[in-house]
């Protein structure tokens, strides 16, 4: 990553997670999940923001939102009793002093100067008779063997380096990093890390087009709802906007720029097309394309500020003519610097990106009663070298995969 303040995301693992048996799902800076309606492409979406949402706010709030245990629990040839999520990531040695020098909670860094590997998860399960649930297992570990933590959550009490004695969840339905963080440096980073790091978008060209009232968020809402408040912040810097004009002049004929207004206490957004005859005019969203618009929410989220460490993109395809796809792409690809970027696409269009490199594409299938995550298999990624691509190897049915899916072997939490 170019910029050594970042946190990035090295690996999501799944166990009875609604579709989901066990799944682990690898990143790249660029990563392209491919896989037929129902497959579990989103529930992987949603896994990494439920663990957001349980740190954010509460496990049980998350687990509601969500339908409770028992709609997520695993159910398929061989149920699950409970689920398990866990994340695997690394810290910068920027990002660590960052935090500690924010916090004053002060820690040393010792031989960690290239950073922290950093696992972080819980297994929960329902309570006996079927009523709520509890925290069976909580892991936060790191390079312990350099004198970082590591800590496992068996009856409500974590012990690590430099915690005093007693650090508790307060019940069995609660999580105990955010307690924890309260005392030491490192847990502290860890759940900053993934509080804000991920970020999941499913844009709604008819949220855009509400324009809510004003707001000072430079972070991108899910469905893109406050595009607006998103694009004046960020007109504050030249490169950004005029970044973001540029594709958009390459994805819609005429248009010209982008800009914010401010109307009856609501953040307007305002198109500016030229005409033929070197005239123009502004319009406002209700006179754009849902695709111009979803283009405009997929760049502020690659450009936002500050940059989640993974920008997740569901459909990148959904509205948008193949011509504009391919600058979308382009955008990503240059953005990847910045950010990384998990995209969903059934598009042979998007998949014949030279972005979309076999490496960076993980198979989402529904086999034997459970979702799986497979690599391509070796002949497949050698039909993909150019000048054929993975786009035509979807297009001609021909999307073969490795014989074994990506899978936790050994202890869910500590497996290498």
């Known amino acids: 990553m170019s910029d050594p303040a970042r946190v990035h995301i090295e690996e999501l693992r799944v166990s009875g997670y609604r579709a989901f048996e066990n799944a682990r799902l690898r990143f790249d800076d660029l990563t392209v999940l491919v896989g037929r309606n129902g497959a ?173 009232p004003l707001g000072g968020a430079s972070i991108l809402s899910r469905n893109g709802s406050n595009a607006g408040d998103v694009l004046h912040h960020l007109e504050r810097g030249k490169g950004d906007i005029d970044w973001i004009n540029r594709h958009l002049r390459a994805i819609t004929p005429g248009l010209d720029k982008v800009r914010t207004d401010i109307a009856a206490g609501r953040r307007l957004i305002r198109f500016h097309q030229r005409f033929s005859d070197g005239h123009g005019a502004f319009f406002d969203v209700g006179d754009m394309s849902d695709g111009t618009l979803r283009c405009l929410a997929i760049l502020l989220a690659l450009r936002q500020k500050p940059s989640p460490a993974l920008v997740c993109i569901e459909e990148i395809e959904d509205s948008v003519h193949p011509a504009a796809l391919g600058v979308l792409l382009d955008a990503i690809e240059a953005s990847t610097s910045r950010c990384q970027v998990l995209l969903t696409s059934h598009s042979p269009e998007a998949l014949s990106h030279p972005a979309v490199t076999a490496d960076r594409v993980r198979v989402v299938e529904w086999r034997e009663g459970t979702s799986q995550i497979f690599p391509l298999s070796p002949g497949a990624r050698e039909m993909s070298l150019p000048p054929r691509s993975v786009g035509k190897l979807l297009r001609t049915n021909a999307l073969f995969t490795a014989e074994g899916s990506d899978r936790v072997e050994g202890d869910f939490f500590t497996a290498p």
């Open 40 to 212: 579990g492409k989103s529930t992987l979406l949603d896994a990494l923001e439920f663990v957001r949402d349980a740190l954010s706010d509460s496990l049980v709030n998350a687990l509601e939102r969500r339908g409770g245990i028992q709609a997520l629990i695993h159910v398929g040839p061989r149920n699950a009793k409970d689920l398990s999520v866990a994340i695997r990531l690394k810290l910068s040695s920027r990002y660590l002093n960052e935090v500690w020098g924010r916090t004053g909670l002060g820690a040393q860094l010792g031989s960690l100067s290239e950073g922290a590997h950093m696992t972080y998860g819980f297994r929960i399960g329902p309570k006996r008779g079927g009523l709520g649930f509890e925290v069976k297992k909580e892991v936060a570990s790191g390079p312990h063997q350099q004198g970082f933590i590591r800590a496992v959550r068996g009856s409500r009490r974590i012990d690590g380096l430099g915690l005093p004695h007693g650090v508790l969840a307060t019940s069995r339905d609660a999580l105990a990093l955010p307690f924890a963080a309260e005392h030491d440096a490192l847990y502290r980073a860890l759940l900053d890390a993934l509080k804000t790091s991920v970020r999941a978008y499913s844009l709604s060209p008819l949220a855009i087009r509400a324009e809510p």
